[in-house]
């Protein structure tokens, strides 16, 4: 047998490592399924990278959430006779290590989307050259950002057409869970999860985590055939309230691919089919949340640097003011405004913030207090479960007025209307704000017109046991106006 046909015998034989990134699951994911497929030797590998040029280090809660997923995951491959591989360090040393020691002859791994992730994803390939097969897959979004276009070409930067566009054309169904991966002669030496470090310590804040997540790929199916058996009747209303648990609260596990977007999608339209009282609109309103998901990852895919970068680069101008102490107030939930204050205690104790309130909190710093986006969304980094680095950058840029498709910098959210609105009897409020929880609900939601009488009957001594307001909301509307107008062009 010549050397090419050896060569080429052994890549048909030889062993597949499946990269896993943010794809902590069994359940469609390609790699993993076709791998399992082919009947040779599979070598999982997870590398914990914050070593590579440009890649963005984990929040805190990221950690926290991670080191739970990773133990589910682990558990899940043993239980198909497999075992997860750990390393930390530079991706790209450890996947040619891995390689080399495992002599496996191909590779696979979903696709990402973000700068850094492509130029490591790219030097991975380019140094392992023709000896090894590298594939890549769809894994992790619905429609690939090259797929949907504008009919010029480019790409889309207003989410309704997007949406069109994405409603007119298919995607894949879900692949089903392998049922056994086949095991290398031996498995490559692991590092310890506990080695990592990734749960906090001293102090550990995650109390709040731990009574609502359970992370792992079983909770978040539990969580989907909860979402739509209970709650998708009832999501079109149901979003807009705060105070209830009516959304699915996927986003962690579509954060780290506990769950595919393509599995929450069949789902969804399978219980809609079958149950006639979940009305069009409900599903219809869920598909385009996802794929507003899919949106974002367009975006920083055709973009890059969403995270650093104003999309729009008028605001490159833009005048930030910089207070550390207002900045501070804010993280903390000490603004005075119930509505904000209650969404970032929220975010806080429990890693993730209603959609409503984001919005509110966001158009808070970014407009009332004129401080960066930038500043927020590295807020949101480290206290979310589900920090995106697709979502999160889009989404703050949203609310700034410098992303794509973004509300216009004008319309500014009133933190008294918005909460009135959304959270009329104030029970959102009195979760996290204990010390308004005597409040009238008609008073809760601006403490500071309410009457002495009020005050004192609801034990609130303004300054003393809640803040006063940071900001007058009507004079700090006046501000950013006018600081808009600089830009405005
Ligand atoms: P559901 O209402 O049940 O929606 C289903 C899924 O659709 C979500 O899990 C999510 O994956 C997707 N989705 C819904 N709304 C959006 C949206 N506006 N943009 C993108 N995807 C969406 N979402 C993140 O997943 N990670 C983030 O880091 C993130 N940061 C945000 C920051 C700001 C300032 C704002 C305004 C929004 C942000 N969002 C982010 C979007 C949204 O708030 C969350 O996806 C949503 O609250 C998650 O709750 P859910 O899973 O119950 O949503």
């Given amino acids: 047998m010549s050397k090419r046909e050896k060569r080429g015998q052994e890549a048909f034989e030889g062993p597949i490592v499946v990269w896993i990134r943010d794809d902590l699951r069994l359940d469609d994911n390609p790699p993993l399924a076709h791998a399992a497929e082919t009947g040779r030797p599979v070598v999982p590998l997870f590398v914990l990278d914050e070593e590579s040029t440009g890649v963005r280090s984990l929040g805190g809660a990221h950690r926290w959430w991670l080191h739970h997923s ?243 680069d008028r605001f490159d101008n833009f005048s930030w003011r910089t207070s550390a102490a207002d900045l501070k107030t804010w993280t903390k939930g000490l603004t005075g405004y119930p509505i904000v204050d209650a969404g970032m205690r929220q975010l806080w104790q429990t890693g993730w913030m209603h959609n409503r309130v984001r919005m509110i909190v966001g158009s808070f710093l970014t407009k009332d207090l004129l401080i960066d986006w930038r500043d927020g969304e590295s807020w949101f980094w480290d206290t979310l479960v589900d920090g995106d680095i697709a979502s999160n950058t889009s989404q703050w840029q949203w609310v700034a007025g410098s992303g794509a498709d973004a509300q216009p910098f004008f319309r500014i959210f009133n933190p008294i209307t918005q909460s009135e609105k959304f959270d009329p009897k104030g029970d959102y409020i009195r979760t996290y704000v204990p010390e308004l929880r005597d409040m009238p609900a008609k008073a809760i939601h601006a403490p500071w017109e309410a009457g002495k009488d009020i005050l004192a009957k609801a034990g609130v001594r303004l300054g003393v046991t809640y803040p006063k307001p940071i900001v007058d909301h009507g004079e700090a509307r006046q501000r950013a106006l006018e600081a808009y107008q600089a830009v405005k062009g």
């Fill in 70 to 312: 990773l133990e589910s995951f682990a558990s899940s491959l043993r239980g198909i006779g497999s075992e997860l591989t750990l390393r930390r360090g530079k991706a790209e040393d450890h996947v040619l290590d891995i390689i080399e020691a495992t002599g496996a002859t191909t590779l696979f791994f979903n696709r990402r989307y973000d700068p850094a992730s492509r130029k490591i994803d790219d030097a991975v390939e380019k140094a392992l050259g023709e000896d090894v097969s590298v594939e890549r897959f769809t894994g992790n979004i619905l429609h690939e950002p090259e797929a949907v276009q504008t009919k010029s070409g480019g790409y889309y930067k207003v989410y309704t057409p997007f949406w069109k566009n994405v409603s007119e054309t298919g995607f894949r169904d879900p692949m089903d869970p392998p049922k056994g991966l086949k095991q290398p002669d031996a498995f490559p030496k692991s590092e310890k999860l506990k080695d990592w470090d990734l749960l906090p310590t001293k102090p550990d804040w995650s109390g709040g985590l731990r009574d609502l997540w359970t992370p792992g790929e079983t909770a978040a199916q539990e969580r989907l055939e909860h979402f739509c058996d209970e709650l998708l009747e009832g999501y079109e209303a149901g979003r807009e309230r705060p105070c209830a648990d009516e959304t699915s609260r996927l986003s962690p596990r579509l954060r780290w691919g506990e769950i595919s977007p393509f599995r929450a999608w069949h789902t969804a339209n399978a219980y809609a089919s079958r149950r006639k009282t979940i009305p069009d609109a409900a599903i219809r309103t869920f598909r385009r949340e996802l794929v507003w998901r899919d949106f974002n990852y367009h975006l920083l895919y055709h973009f890059g640097r969403l995270e650093a970068d104003n999309f729009n």
